[in-house]
């Protein structure tokens, strides 16, 4: 099996709702879907796949899955670094030329 093969059932194993449509790429938590750009907008695969991972880690917070909250009773400081450390996971966005 191809390294793409093993990411793409990964991703589809998920259950996530992806619809590829527009730029740029992200979460759209009131309707629980991520949005991606075509796959043909990316430079590469790694790049491709590393967006989407990036948004499958916004996605996993909704309320039905893991609704992180990071321990927060108010919103501050320690929680934003949480968060930043979070999506420094995987690659942040991508915006074609």
């Known amino acids: 099996m191809r390294q793409n093969e093993i990411i793409e059932t990964?991703?589809?194993?998920?259950?996530?709702?992806?619809?590829?449509f527009g730029h740029p790429a992200g979460y759209?938590?009131?309707?629980?879907?991520?949005?991606?750009p075509p796959r043909a907008a990316?430079?590469?695969?790694?790049?491709?796949?590393?967006?989407?991972?990036?948004?499958?880690i916004h996605w996993t917070n909704h309320r039905k899955r893991l609704a992180r909250d990071f321990g927060r009773t108010a919103f501050g400081e320690k929680v934003i670094k949480k968060k930043k450390l979070l999506r420094r996971s995987v690659p942040l966005t991508y915006?074609?030329?």
């Open 28 to 36: 759209c938590q009131d309707a629980d879907y991520i949005r991606m």
């Open 95 to 97: 915006a074609p030329n």
């Open 42 to 56: 990316f430079p590469d695969d790694e790049t491709f796949f590393g967006v989407l991972a990036h948004e499958l």
């Open 10 to 20: 990964f991703i589809r194993a998920t259950g996530a709702d992806i619809r590829y």
